[in-house]
């Protein structure tokens, strides 16, 4: 699987912050629904909450749309 790096401009997110961010959902209510259905991986573990922060370096995968990996945004 290809491992998408994302920037982000803070030094956290939210994890369903970071799904809409990253465009692997339009919408937080889309980001809420796959949290809970459990298709969010965080470094490896299923992650149910949808305030997770994120830091760069954390890994994301997403059932049936990829993976990302958080980076932090130059510039």
Known sequence: MNIVEV???TEKIALDQ???WAQV???GGEAKALIQEGL???N?????????RLQPG???VVEGRGGYRVI???G
């Open 40 to 42: 969010v991986l965080v």
């Open 25 to 27: 959902v339009s919408t």
């Open 18 to 20: 970071f799904l809409k």
């Open 7 to 9: 920037g982000i401009k």
């Open 58 to 60: 954390d890994q994301v």
């Open 44 to 52: 490896g573990a299923v992650e149910e909450r949808r305030g997770r």
């Open 72 to 74: 932090t945004h130059e």
